[in-house]
């Protein structure tokens, strides 16, 4: 089956600086990758849909100058926190669809942790 | 616009009971649904999609336009069905999921 794959797992980083999490997909080229955000015993909520080769699409109220994402290649997008603060605090998990089928395949997630 | 409702944050059953897990939508068009599971510690992986009308794990789930609902139902609950259950919907072509806010369900010995 497709797998997607998330790196780092998790990360801790200080107010004020800015952290990259890539998202893989290791077996199939993904068209589409969405970037989505799940706080504790919530729900996911899409962040952005990136597509390669193209912006991303941001969804309203998601700062597209703070969540900076690149979909650079078919098996690669990621995401920067830049100017990290304590409320970015979150599981960040990123899916990717091999398009036409509407299936998504998720990642592990990144756990992000601002001190 | 898009909405996804699932009324339950939590379920308890007994092992070999049957379950039902709700789910109601609101979209102007012709939507897709899914139910994702997430089990402990593991990532979201796709349970079943209405368009595939299929049965996985014994789980099954029918569209029901006039109640706008896609309940996932399964006749004989197992331990191994204690997971994070999410209903999502997607729509216009789009690719992009909607997701519900998740029942948890928990099957007891």
């Not at chain 1, 997909?25 to 729900?43: E, I």
């Not at chain 2, 616009?1 to 092992?15: D, H, M, N, Y």
């Not at chain 2, 204690?82 to 928990?106: D, I, N, P, Q, R």
Request: glycine share 8%.
């Amino acid at each position: 089956g497709a797998v997607v794959s998330q790196h780092p797992s998790w990360v801790i980083c200080k107010s004020g600086t800015s952290v990259k999490i890539e998202c893989r997909s290791l077996d199939f080229q993904a068209t589409t990758m969405f970037w989505y955000r799940q706080f504790p015993k919530q729900s996911l909520m899409l962040m952005a849909t990136s597509n390669e080769g193209s912006k991303a699409t941001y969804e309203q109220g998601v700062e597209k100058d703070k969540f900076l994402i690149n979909h650079a290649s078919l098996t690669l997008s990621t995401l920067t926190v830049t100017s990290a603060h304590p409320e970015d605090s979150s599981f960040y998990i990123c899916s990717a669809g091999s398009g036409g089928a509407y299936e998504q395949y998720f990642g592990p997630g990144t756990r992000l942790t601002v001190t | 616009a898009q909405r996804v409702t699932q009324p339950e944050k939590l379920l308890s059953v007994f092992k070999g009971a049957p379950v039902e897990l709700k789910c109601n939508y609101s979209y102007s068009g012709s939507p897709e649904l899914f139910w994702y599971v997430q089990y402990s510690r593991q990532r979201l992986q796709l349970l079943l999609r209405h368009i595939s009308r299929e049965s996985i794990k014994g789980f099954t789930a029918d569209l029901n336009k006039g109640e706008t609902s896609f309940h996932l139902k399964k006749p004989f609950a197992q331990e191994e069905d204690s997971a994070m259950y999410y209903c999502a919907l997607s729509g216009g072509g789009s690719e992009k999921l909607v997701f519900g806010k998740g029942t948890k369900l928990t099957v007891n010995p």
